[in-house]
């Protein structure tokens, strides 16, 4: 039930002013400058943007804007240009103001924040792949131009998931899985850790309700029980931290439900198989950076000297900090009834840092400069994705993926500077994340003094030293030697350009060859010659003809305009038109008898049998070549294969034994088919 339905203007007035005065009263708790005055002027302006207008719920459209703010400053941390801009967001959209009459009132930044989110308004995914890419693509150059404005719609989709119960199941769907496409995975990237783990929560709990309820159920269950435990555990640590003056908080935790049904799913494992649920966090204040990590460690032996520590869960994020600028000591003990328990070990910057991110670096922009530098490299990344896109929507977004979602490595130059890496990264990768001339002439890499190949996967810890020959250059299988993004856009971009070149060399060498023969290239002429070698576009063809893949003669191209053009029309003819042609020359008994084996005039039934080598993809290379000539005359086709081998037999309608040869001629010229003949 709406409960605006049932109150006043004035206690709805009254709803709206409480709301802002608690985004007042949360900015003049900060430590950000006093700025009241342009916040209060924001939001009156809002307010009367908005009048009259109301979301779904039916709650006045202007606490939308409110909620965004006061996620902003209390979750975010931002200042008053953010709070403003969060206040703003929607009314270039919405309403009759203009962005000039935001820029005029409130200046230039501000108004360009507002763009920048005013941009990216439509959402990331629309009706197309294109749509989708273009509306992402704003919204990292937005990002790039000023993190605020990512920072800023990442508050306005958290509200926006927060009141998803008011929206068709429909939207609530889409909106679930653009949360975790994308804003789950960019709030991850920025170091929003808190807020990363409630969007994949309630992503979760809109695409998938069941499996949300019960998980949550079992949490709840076993929440008494779970709080025994943890504190059990803790109770020695706590004496060792207190006798050695720290000045602390422990904050117990429990596993997201998203990452417990994620564990669930990957392992095949059931709830109670999920061994990990339990999670400490131990958060201590610290006047000193110098020794912050000592502190850390020392900390560390309090647990390992009461418990039994899990060999391969340490994790130090310390001495080699994340690329989003998290920073923290995690190591994995054995407790009480033999439940392992995840601990995080932080100072109360590194805790700040690691719930706030890119956001916190407002606040210490004047120190931890190590995080600003990895933030700042991955930002740079993103530029260098923007300033080389894929001409292909649905790359473009692939490329974007692999550096949003993937983990981290952590190697070395040989001089010993610190590189960080995709998991998964290669030679390859490391090469072109030093620089791009490189990764373009790279030929192999030395491991710890160790010759390996382009293709070798790194590990964390790894020295690499870069092998070059200025005559080595960027080959199509390179793009399966790497991973990381900024490698694959490099060599996407330089294999365009070289086969932009190629395409051209193989126009000229075709036209060539049609003004020495006297053949005349039309539209039907070039479409017979890409069927004859199964391609789809002329650039496939001069791109074959300038690498020498195909080597096209003056006779064969003869035999294509002349042998293949009648018998082409008949092949692609509607079968429909066939069996009307049939049914005003013959009764359906003499119909069916041509069908059962007539060769003459009319249609035939013909079997043919196929044999080949399997390989990846030539069945359905097969499949689709016997489709593409016969349209609905097939009437079956059964395979059975082996490892080495397949065999199949066709069995098709057609008008007359010739046909039937040219399907088995068109079938041969598919790599790896061996044989091919009609046996009735």
Same mark, same amino acid.
């Given at each position: 039930?709406?409960?605006?339905?049932?109150?006043?203007?004035?206690?709805?007035?009254?709803?709206?002013?409480?709301?802002?005065?608690?985004?007042?009263?949360?900015?003049?708790?900060?430590?950000?400058?006093?700025?009241?005055?342009?916040?209060?002027?924001?939001?009156?302006?809002?307010?009367?943007?908005?009048?009259?207008?109301?979301?779904?719920?039916?709650?006045?459209?202007?606490?939308?804007?409110?909620?965004?703010?006061?996620?902003?400053?209390?979750?975010?941390?931002?200042?008053?240009?953010?709070?403003?801009?969060?206040?703003?967001?929607?009314?270039?959209?919405?309403?009759?103001?203009?962005?000039?009459?935001?820029?005029?009132?409130?200046?230039?930044?501000?108004?360009?924040?507002?763009?920048?989110?005013?941009?990216?308004?439509?959402?990331?995914?629309?009706?197309?792949?294109?749509?989708?890419?273009?509306?992402?693509?704003?919204?990292?150059?937005?990002?790039?131009?000023?993190?605020?404005?990512?920072?800023?719609?990442?508050?306005?989709?958290?509200?926006?998931?927060?009141?998803?119960?008011?929206?068709?199941?429909?939207?609530?769907?889409?909106?679930?899985?653009?949360?975790?496409?994308?804003?789950?995975?960019?709030?991850?990237?920025?170091?929003?850790?808190?807020?990363?783990?409630?969007?994949?929560?309630?992503?979760?709990?809109?695409?998938?309700?069941?499996?949300?309820?019960?998980?949550?159920?079992?949490?709840?269950?076993?929440?008494?029980?779970?709080?025994?435990?943890?504190?059990?555990?803790?109770?020695?640590?706590?004496?060792?931290?207190?006798?050695?003056?720290?000045?602390?908080?422990?904050?117990?935790?429990?596993?997201?439900?998203?990452?417990?049904?994620?564990?669930?799913?990957?392992?095949?494992?059931?709830?109670?198989?999920?061994?990990?649920?339990?999670?400490?966090?131990?958060?201590?204040?610290?006047?000193?950076?110098?020794?912050?990590?000592?502190?850390?460690?020392?900390?560390?032996?309090?647990?390992?000297?009461?418990?039994?520590?899990?060999?391969?869960?340490?994790?130090?994020?310390?001495?080699?900090?994340?690329?989003?600028?998290?920073?923290?000591?995690?190591?994995?003990?054995?407790?009480?009834?033999?439940?392992?328990?995840?601990?995080?070990?932080?100072?109360?910057?590194?805790?700040?840092?690691?719930?706030?991110?890119?956001?916190?670096?407002?606040?210490?922009?004047?120190?931890?400069?190590?995080?600003?530098?990895?933030?700042?490299?991955?930002?740079?990344?993103?530029?260098?994705?923007?300033?080389?896109?894929?001409?292909?929507?649905?790359?473009?977004?692939?490329?974007?993926?692999?550096?949003?979602?993937?983990?981290?490595?952590?190697?070395?130059?040989?001089?010993?500077?610190?590189?960080?890496?995709?998991?998964?990264?290669?030679?390859?990768?490391?090469?072109?994340?030093?620089?791009?001339?490189?990764?373009?002439?790279?030929?192999?890499?030395?491991?710890?003094?160790?010759?390996?190949?382009?293709?070798?996967?790194?590990?964390?810890?790894?020295?690499?030293?870069?092998? &070059?020959? /200025?005559?080595?250059?960027?080959?199509?299988?390179?793009? +399966?030697?790497?991973? =990381?993004? #900024?490698?694959? !856009?490099? %060599?996407?971009?330089?294999?365009?350009?070289?086969?932009?070149?190629?395409?051209?060399?193989?126009?000229?060498?075709?036209?060539?060859?049609?003004?020495?023969?006297?053949?005349?290239?039309?539209?039907?002429?070039?479409?017979?010659?890409?069927?004859?070698?199964?391609?789809? &576009?002329? /650039?496939?063809?001069?791109?074959?003809?300038?690498?020498? +893949?195909?080597?096209? =003669?003056? #006779?064969?191209? !003869?035999? %294509?305009?002349?042998?293949?053009?009648?018998?082409?029309?008949?092949?692609?003819?509607?079968?429909?038109?066939?069996?009307?042609?049939?049914?005003?020359?013959?009764?359906?008994?003499?119909?069916?008898?041509?069908?059962?084996?007539?060769?003459?005039?009319?249609?035939?039934?013909?079997?043919?049998?196929?044999?080949?080598?399997?390989?990846?993809?030539?069945?359905?290379?097969?499949?689709?070549?016997?489709?593409? %000539?016969?349209?609905?005359?097939?009437?079956?086709?059964?395979?059975?294969?082996?490892?080495?081998?397949?065999?199949?037999?066709?069995?098709?309608?057609?008008?007359?034994?010739?046909?039937?040869?040219?399907?088995?001629?068109?079938?041969?010229?598919?790599?790896?088919?061996?044989?091919?003949?009609?046996?009735?």
């Amino acid at each position: 039930m709406n409960r605006f339905n049932s109150i006043s203007p004035a206690e709805e007035d009254l709803i709206i002013e409480n709301a802002y005065q608690d985004v007042l009263r949360a900015y003049l708790a900060s430590n950000h400058r006093r700025k009241v005055e342009i916040i209060e002027r924001a939001f009156r302006f809002a307010k009367e943007a908005h009048r009259g207008v109301r979301r779904r719920s039916g709650e006045p459209y202007i606490l939308h804007p409110i909620a965004v703010a006061q996620i902003v400053i209390s979750e975010l941390g931002l200042g008053s240009t953010s709070i403003c801009a969060a206040l703003l967001h929607d009314v270039v959209e919405d309403t009759e103001f203009s962005l000039e009459d935001i820029r005029n009132a409130f200046g230039d930044r501000i108004a360009e924040i507002v763009d920048g989110l005013t941009k990216i308004s439509g959402g990331i995914f629309g009706d197309k792949a294109s749509m989708q890419a273009e509306n992402f693509k704003k919204l990292l150059l937005s990002m790039s131009n000023d993190i605020r404005v990512v920072l800023i719609k990442i508050a306005d989709r958290l509200h926006n998931m927060r009141t998803l119960d008011s929206v068709s199941p429909e939207k609530q769907f889409k909106k679930a899985g653009e949360t975790l496409y994308i804003y789950a995975p960019l709030a991850h990237r920025l170091g929003l850790f808190k807020i990363k783990l409630e969007l994949e929560d309630l992503a979760f709990k809109y695409e998938h309700p069941q499996k949300y309820a019960e998980i949550m159920e079992k949490l709840s269950e076993g929440a008494d029980h779970r709080e025994e435990i943890v504190e059990k555990f803790v109770g020695p640590v706590r004496k060792k931290l207190d006798d050695a003056g720290f000045k602390y908080e422990i904050k117990a935790r429990v596993k997201s439900a998203y990452s417990i049904f994620n564990k669930m799913r990957n392992k095949n494992i059931p709830f109670e198989e999920v061994y990990d649920v339990y999670a400490v966090r131990v958060i201590f204040e610290n006047e000193d950076d110098a020794l912050e990590q000592i502190k850390c460690w020392q900390i560390y032996t309090f647990f390992s000297e009461g418990h039994r520590l899990h060999p391969d869960r340490l994790r130090d994020w310390i001495s080699a900090p994340k690329a989003n600028g998290y920073r923290a000591l995690h190591l994995t003990a054995m407790g009480p009834e033999g439940k392992w328990i995840e601990v995080q070990i932080r100072s109360r910057k590194m805790d700040e840092i690691a719930e706030l991110g890119y956001a916190a670096h407002w606040k210490y922009k004047s120190g931890v400069r190590e995080e600003e530098s990895e933030l700042d490299s991955w930002m740079n990344t993103i530029k260098d994705i923007l300033a080389h896109p894929e001409p292909n929507a649905i790359d473009f977004l692939d490329t974007i993926k692999l550096n949003l979602f993937a983990s981290e490595i952590y190697v070395f130059t040989p001089k010993g500077d610190l590189i960080t890496l995709p998991a998964g990264a290669t030679v390859l990768d490391f090469a072109f994340a030093i620089h791009t001339q490189l990764g373009t002439h790279c030929i192999a890499g030395k491991i710890n003094h160790r010759l390996v190949p382009l293709s070798y996967k790194l590990n964390s810890g790894d020295q690499v030293e870069i092998i &070059t020959s /200025d005559s080595q250059t960027p080959q199509q299988e390179w793009l +399966e030697y790497c991973t =990381s993004a #900024k490698a694959r !856009t490099r %060599i996407k971009t330089i294999l365009r350009k070289d086969e932009r070149q190629l395409i051209k060399r193989g126009n000229v060498i075709f036209n060539d060859l049609m003004e020495s023969e006297g053949i005349e290239p039309s539209n039907e002429f070039i479409t017979k010659v890409l069927a004859n070698y199964r391609l789809k &576009t002329r /650039d496939e063809l001069f791109l074959m003809l300038a690498n020498d +893949e195909i080597n096209l =003669s003056g #006779k064969e191209l !003869t035999d %294509i305009r002349s042998r293949r053009s009648s018998l082409w029309r008949k092949l692609l003819r509607n079968p429909f038109s066939l069996r009307k042609k049939n049914n005003k020359n013959s009764s359906s008994s003499d119909k069916r008898e041509h069908q059962d084996g007539n060769e003459g005039s009319g249609n035939i039934t013909v079997n043919i049998s196929i044999e080949g080598s399997v390989r990846k993809g030539i069945l359905e290379e097969l499949t689709a070549s016997i489709s593409r %000539i016969l349209s609905n005359n097939m009437r079956s086709l059964n395979i059975e294969a082996t490892e080495d081998l397949f065999r199949c037999k066709l069995s098709a309608i057609v008008e007359n034994v010739d046909m039937a040869e040219e399907i088995c001629v068109d079938i041969l010229r598919i790599k790896g088919i061996k044989f091919a003949q009609r046996i009735s």
